[in-house]
C-alpha cells in the first residue's frame, strides 16, 4: 500500500516514522518543504506538491491544520485533478460539521473519504500504540485496517463521517478541563503553603486521580514547558470546535467558555507554541 501524508507537523512526522518503520512506502509533502527533509533521510519520498503526493499514493493521510487548510490544498486545480480514485483519511482534529463538508467536497471530486482522529502524541505515534477512531464507510475500514494497525493496535469505528469527530472533540475537551482543574487546585495548594506531595499523596489515593496529573506535574512545578507533544494552540483550537459543535447540538458551554478565555490569555503573553500545561501559568496568583 502506497501512502501519501500531507503535513508533516509534529504528530505527522511521527506517524511518517511510524509507517517507514513499518516497512510502508510513503510519500510526504509540507507546506514549509524544509520540515520534510528529516523524513526523506529516514526513507520518505518527499513530493514538491500536495497533487504529486496524491498522485504516487493509493490512502492519502492528511494531517492539515483545519478544514480551510484541508479545501486549500486537496480542491485547488492542480491537485483536485489527482483525487479520482484514491483514498483520503482525514486523521487531524475536525468539527463533526466540517468532517462532513470536507467529505461531501472530496466525494465530489471523485475521491473515498473516512475521517480517523488518533488520541494520543509523540510517543505514541512512534511506538504504534495510539488510539485510533473511525468514522466512515466500513468496507473502506476493512481496506486500510492493515495500514491503521502499524499505528494502533486496536481502530475503532465509531460510527459515520462526523462522530468520530466529534467524540475526538469530546476527548480534547477533557484534556484541557482536566489539565486546567488540576492547575487551579496547584495554585492554591501552593499560595496556602501546603506541601505539594501532600496533595499529590491524597489525590493519588483517591477516586479523583488522572495519571494526566502526574504526567505534568513536574512541568508546572518547573515552568519548564519546552519541547510540547500538543501546543497550547492546538488545544485552543480543538476547545473552539468543541464549543461551537456543543452549542450547535444545544449544549450549554458557558464554563469552557470562561476556560477558553484564560487559555487564550496564556497565548498572547506569547506561550501558544509551548507545551500546553503552560495553561497553569494562567492560574497563577495575581
Same mark, same amino acid.
Given at each position: ?44 519520498? $518527499? /513530493?514538491? #506538491?500536495? *497533487?504529486? &503526493?496524491?498522485? @504516487?499514493?493509493?490512502?492519502? +493521510?492528511?494531517? !492539515?491544520?483545519?478544514?480551510? %487548510? ?33 467529505? $461531501? /467536497?472530496? #466525494?465530489? *471530486?471523485? &475521491?473515498?473519504? @473516512?475521517?480517523?482522529?488518533? +488520541?494520543?502524541? !509523540?510517543?505514541?505515534?512512534? %511506538? ?159
Amino acid at each position: 500500500m502506497k501512502i501519501g501524508l500531507l503535513g508533516t507537523g509534529l504528530l505527522g512526522s511521527a506517524v511518517v516514522e511510524r509507517l517507514l518503520d513499518q516497512g510502508f512506502a510513503v510519500t510526504v509533502w509540507n507546506r514549509t518543504a524544509d520540515k520534510t527533509a528529516p523524513l526523506a533521510a529516514l526513507g520518505a519520498q $518527499q /513530493a514538491t #506538491t500536495a *497533487a504529486e &503526493a496524491i498522485a @504516487a499514493s493509493e490512502v492519502i +493521510l492528511l494531517f !492539515l491544520a483545519d478544514r480551510a %487548510a484541508c479545501e486549500g490544498v486537496l480542491l485547488a486545480p492542480p491537485t483536485r485533478t489527482a483525487l479520482p480514485g484514491k483514498t483520503v483519511v482525514q486523521m487531524g482534529t475536525l468539527g463533526p460539521e466540517d468532517s462532513r463538508q470536507l467529505a $461531501q /467536497a472530496l #466525494t465530489t *471530486a471523485g &475521491a473515498e473519504y @473516512a475521517e480517523c482522529p488518533v +488520541l494520543g502524541s !509523540l510517543p505514541e505515534a512512534r %511506538a504504534g500504540t495510539l488510539i485510533l477512531m473511525y468514522g466512515g464507510d466500513e468496507d473502506l475500514l476493512k481496506r486500510i485496517e492493515p495500514m491503521l494497525r502499524a499505528l494502533g493496535p486496536e481502530p475503532k469505528r465509531i460510527g459515520e463521517v462526523g462522530q468520530a469527530a466529534a467524540l475526538k472533540l469530546a476527548l480534547n475537551q477533557l484534556i484541557a478541563a482536566e489539565t486546567a482543574a488540576f492547575a487551579m487546585s496547584l495554585a492554591l495548594v501552593q499560595a496556602s503553603g501546603v506541601a505539594v506531595e501532600d496533595f499529590m499523596q491524597i489525590l493519588r489515593g483517591s477516586a479523583l486521580y488522572a495519571p494526566t496529573f502526574d504526567k505534568k506535574l513536574k512541568r508546572m512545578l518547573k515552568h519548564d514547558y519546552a519541547h510540547p507533544n500538543f501546543p497550547l494552540d492546538h488545544l485552543i483550537k480543538d476547545v473552539h470546535l468543541f464549543i461551537r459543535a456543543a452549542e450547535g447540538a444545544g449544549i450549554d458551554t458557558s464554563p469552557l467558555a470562561a476556560l477558553e478565555t484564560v487559555l487564550g490569555k496564556v497565548s498572547v503573553q506569547g506561550h501558544g507554541n509551548a507545551d500546553y500545561s503552560v495553561l497553569a501559568e494562567g492560574f497563577r496568583p495575581m
